[in-house]
């Protein structure tokens, strides 16, 4: 068993694009936080409520529709539950051609943000803290969250940094020289033994990709 305080972390894949919810809390407390609530909502309210939980945020890295399609349903379940995002990405919870899903024939809407972060912002939910950074490049509203109560420092990544790979720059607000740079001069100045929780596939680190990734080498 962990001890009190430690943060723990589950992750939620939901279908049809492998998309990873993941979601925190600290050990031993109901409150937790959601990021990135995906295509399959039941999944995580199942979750949550077999674990006992109240989710206190949902955070959201960027408006693409896969990671922000659960919204909706886990404010119908929590109505006090608050929805954050990035300032850039905002208008896309409630834009279906902005968030790409008018494009996959099923349009999608979230509820709006009640905050949306930038630069640097902390913000505290469930007792943890986590720092904002601006990581345009795959959307140009892209955020991602730094925990560093965690030991070793963890990163909700969303779609930027993938274990061998990164995220699409082909959208119609995506920027291959903006990625190179959000990776390089944000990701790779955080601690090597960062572990990148990532929108899509199985966790990495920060050392790992800046010696294995064939996309951006460090
Ligand atoms: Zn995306």
């Keep these: 068993m962990s001890s009190p305080n430690t943060p723990e972390i589950a992750r939620i894949p939901s279908a049809p694009f492998d998309e990873n919810t993941y979601v925190l809390r600290l050990s031993g407390r109901q409150e937790a936080v959601v990021v990135d609530p995906g295509l399959e909502p039941d999944k995580i ?20 529709s896969d990671h922000i399609a659960g ?8 109505p006090d539950c608050p929805i954050v995002i990035g300032k850039g990405d905002a208008y896309k919870l409630t834009d279906p051609v ?25 913000y505290e939910a469930a007792g943890l803290t986590f720092r904002v950074l601006e990581t345009p490049g795959h959307s140009a509203g892209h955020v991602v969250f730094v925990l560093e109560e965690a030991n070793p420092t963890w990163l909700l990544g969303g779609d930027m940094l993938f274990r061998q790979s990164i995220g699409r720059t082909d959208f119609a607000d995506g920027d291959p020289t903006a990625m190179l740079a959000s990776i390089r001069e944000k990701l790779y100045r955080l601690p090597d033994d960062t572990i990148v ?3 899509h596939g199985p ?10 990734n064939p996309f951006v080498p460090g």
């Design 203 to 212: 966790e990495t680190t920060i050392g790992f990709e800046k010696q294995h």
């Design 45 to 64: 309210v199942d979750y949550l409520e077999e674990a006992g939980l109240t989710p206190t945020a949902i955070l959201c890295t960027h408006g693409h």
């Design 98 to 122: 902005g968030n790409l899903s008018a494009q996959f024939g099923m349009p999608i809407q979230s509820p709006p943000a009640d905050t949306t972060l930038v630069e640097g912002d902390r």
């Design 71 to 78: 919204n909706e349903t886990l404010r119908q379940k929590w």
């Design 197 to 199: 929780y990532p929108g």
